[in-house]
């Protein structure tokens, strides 16, 4: 293979980097810019308004350091002059102040200055994407950085470096530790008042996280022990400051505040004033999937304000959440068409009361059937805790997601103990909320990261309205997208699976894919399984880090299905196959037939003892579709019958015909697109022999598969 010169060109350069880490790390920090020079390059760089593509990129595990844990309180103070290089300096803290408008790389930079009036950059790491560099660190903002690390970028220039988020720290002006020279007089002497006017002016503005500030330095300016009047300006402040965190997606906060600002009274203005707060609740508690809290909130809305249409709609918008989440009363036909015109967000209720998460014998925690299940039903459907989807400005739906959860938890630190509380890798430790720390919550974005590896789900929106399976499907479809899924994150993988996944817009559905038993675990396949077992296994272990020992990947080693010969046999099948769509074969082209019939008669021989013990032989499920096909095109009804009963049997389905009604023995079967072509192979068969009731019994059990796979029946008249 010729060696890519780019490639080689720039693990060099990333050798020669490491190399200079490693020579400088220790060493004292040099001064390498002057204050001009940085106000200069701060100047310049915002000037860039045209859209970036964010070449974010994940962290590598060698890469990965924890958070600091320890308040401000029990850190000691250093300067700049004291960093050295390539260190986390454990156990201090930088106090600094951004001096020019910051800007959006990689990661937020922004120009400090310490006491001393010395100066340098500051790199924000994994901060929301949504929000712009002035948003995250106005010029002026005066902040701590904990434990600073002190690392040279891939420009070769030193940065302190922040990846967690909680590890820098924004002081308000009152601040202990905020020095004199740093206050703003003008903004030290605003009442409360003025406060809340600025605030109000930066809401209309749609400046929530200026609102945010606003309102807060208010009620820091409030001696919550004054007479009434000031009571009345406390509670205004936190009203505003609760439709503000509604806005800025802060649900915990928003509840807080909107609690901290009622006033009880009896009055009409103080009834509005109360109604507002409960709505505000309302719509928080909506957001955190808490629905019983949230139609309690908007009925004390309408106790207070009964003709608030707003209120109204929103009790019934609840209402029917409720249903849904203790019923899983879906119509998934609405919500394909909903999702398409929504970016792919339903408004819907997570419905997982069939299922509960307990421990396992060998695999850590499992998802297990609280009730019986039957085959076809929906076991589970639950709203993402996150997706992204690929766009050209941010290519990788990955690295948004992780952002965006961190993000969300540390907004939402009530959420932070179902993310958390994921499998990220051993050792397996027991569910916690993130600790608050300097009134913030503590998330480790690499611990993020690794979970979202074993935890997320890659997926492709945009292919609810297309019949699965077809090339529209495949091809009239957005880039890839990725999602994160609480509950189901806790589903073990078996290739032999009892549930089949997939996915409308943010949702994820799991269907049962043959009768499950109350009690017993619930497992899906995390891949569409592969015919050869070490195919199987390496992505397996590649990805989640085990081997599965399902009755698939057991018996196929010991039943004694040699690997060498199988692999031999699909790598013919798949060539041949490869060479001839069946559209193309002329219906006298018996040799070609004849060919696949060999290969067919071959791929048997190797799976003689699966079959004999009904298990899946997936290596010839094509070949047997191939045959099929060519057959149905050439009108040969028998051995088309033949032929696709083999493609139900290759995916371990068996059927027993008698007379005009079918049993099919699903023991050992596994759900996909095959099985239900072959079904209807069958009942187009059934037809042509005039029996009629068979054909019909063979379409039901196809469309049954086909929901199990699809999630729902959207697309299947179109297909067959
Ligand atoms: C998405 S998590 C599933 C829940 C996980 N068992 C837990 O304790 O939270 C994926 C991880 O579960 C384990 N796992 C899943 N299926 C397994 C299987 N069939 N055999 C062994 N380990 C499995 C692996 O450690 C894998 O990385």
């Not at 929530?208 to 606003?214: G, S």
Request: hydrophobic content about 35%; glycine content about 6%.
């Amino acid at each position: 293979m010729e060696e890519d010169p780019l490639a080689y060109h720039k693990s060099v350069l990333q050798e020669e980097m490491l190399a200079r880490r490693l020579r400088q790390a220790g060493d004292l920090r040099r001064v390498s810019q002057s204050r001009e020079q940085l106000v200069k390059e701060f100047a310049i760089r915002p000037l860039s308004s045209s859209p970036v593509v964010r070449q974010v990129t994940r962290p590598r595990p060698e890469d990965f350091y924890r958070p600091c844990y320890l308040p401000l309180a029990q850190l000691k103070k250093i300067f700049l002059k004291d960093l050295k290089s390539e260190t986390h300096h454990r156990g201090s803290f930088l106090l600094l102040r951004v001096f020019c408008q910051p800007f959006r790389g990689s990661a937020v930079m922004a120009a400090v200055e310490d006491e001393t009036g010395d100066v340098d950059r500051v790199a924000l790491y994994h901060t929301k994407e949504a929000l712009r560099a002035f948003e995250v660190v106005p010029e002026g903002t005066v902040v701590t950085v904990k434990e600073p690390f002190y690392h040279m970028e891939e420009d070769g220039r030193y940065v302190v470096r922040v990846d967690h988020p909680s590890d820098m720290v924004v002081l308000d002006q009152h601040h202990e530790q905020c020095p004199e020279q740093w206050q703003n007089r003008e903004e030290i002497q605003m009442t409360p008042l003025g406060w809340k006017l600025e605030g109000n002016k930066a809401f209309v503005g749609e400046e929530y996280l200026e609102a945010y500030r606003c309102y807060t330095r208010g009620l820091a300016r409030l001696d919550p022990n004054t007479h009434e009047g000031m009571r009345d300006m406390m509670r205004a402040l936190y009203r505003n400051r609760s439709s503000t965190n509604l806005q800025l997606h802060r649900y915990d906060a928003t509840i807080l505040d909107a609690f901290l600002s009622t006033s009880n009274s009896r009055d009409d203005t103080s009834k509005a004033m109360d109604a507002e707060a409960w709505f505000c609740r309302g719509r928080a508690n909506y957001q955190l999937g808490q629905y019983a809290d949230a139609l309690k909130a908007f009925e004390r809305m309408l106790n207070l304000a009964p003709s608030d249409l707003r209120g109204q709609e929103e009790s019934k918008r609840t209402t029917k959440r409720l249903l849904e989440q203790q019923r899983g009363a879906y119509d998934f036909a609405e919500i394909i068409d909903e999702v398409t015109k929504n970016g792919f967000s339903a408004d819907r209720a997570s419905f997982i009361s069939k299922t509960e998460v307990r421990q396992t014998q060998d695999h850590g925690r499992g998802l297990f059937a609280t009730q019986d299940i039957h085959m076809g039903d929906l076991v589970l459907c639950e709203k993402a805790f996150m997706t992204a989807h690929s766009d050209s400005r941010t290519p990788n739906s990955t690295v948004q997601v992780w952002l965006n959860s961190v993000q969300k938890v540390i907004d939402n630190p009530s959420q932070s103990k179902d993310l958390l509380g994921l499998y990220a890798g051993e050792p397996r430790t027991s569910p916690i909320s993130a600790p608050t720390v300097d009134s913030s919550p503590v998330i480790d974005t690499f611990k993020v990261s690794k979970l979202l590896d074993l935890n997320g789900f890659s997926f492709t929106v945009g292919r609810e309205l297309q019949a699965y399976g077809t090339s529209a499907m495949m091809t009239k479809t957005s880039p890839k997208s990725t999602g994160l899924w609480i509950h189901v994150a806790n589903a073990n993988h078996a290739c032999l699976s009892n549930a089949v996944r997939s996915f409308i817009g943010d949702l994820i559905i799991l269907r049962a894919a043959k009768d499950i038993k109350t009690d017993k675990e619930i497992t899906i396949s995390y891949q569409n399984p592969a015919p050869l077992l070490e195919d199987r296994q390496k992505v397996l272990f590649g990805s989640w880090g085990f081997r599965c020992n399902c009755l698939l990947c057991t018996s196929e080693v010991n039943l004694g299905v040699k690997s060498q010969t199988l692999a031999e046999h699909v790598e013919t099948s798949m060539a041949f196959m490869g060479d001839r769509s069946p559209n193309d074969v002329p219906a006298t082209d018996s040799e070609l037939v004849a060919m696949a019939e060999l290969v067919a008669e071959d791929l048997e021989e190797v799976y003689s003892k699966n079959l004999v013990h009904r298990l899946p032989c997936l290596g010839m499920a094509d070949v047997w579709q191939w045959l099929s096909q060519t057959y149905c095109q050439n009108r040969n009804k028998s051995q088309l019958k033949r032929c696709a009963t083999k493609i139900l049997e290759s995916y371990g389905y068996w059927i027993t015909v008698q007379e005009s009604s079918i049993s099919m023995d699903c023991t050992h079967g596994i759900s996909m697109i095959g099985v239900v072509d072959g079904l209807m192979y069958l009942s187009l068969v059934a037809e042509g022999e005039q029996k009629i009731e068979l054909s019909q019994e063979f379409k039901a059990w196809a469309s049954k598969i086909y929901k199990i796979v699809n999630g729902s029946m959207m697309g299947f008249e179109l297909k067959y």
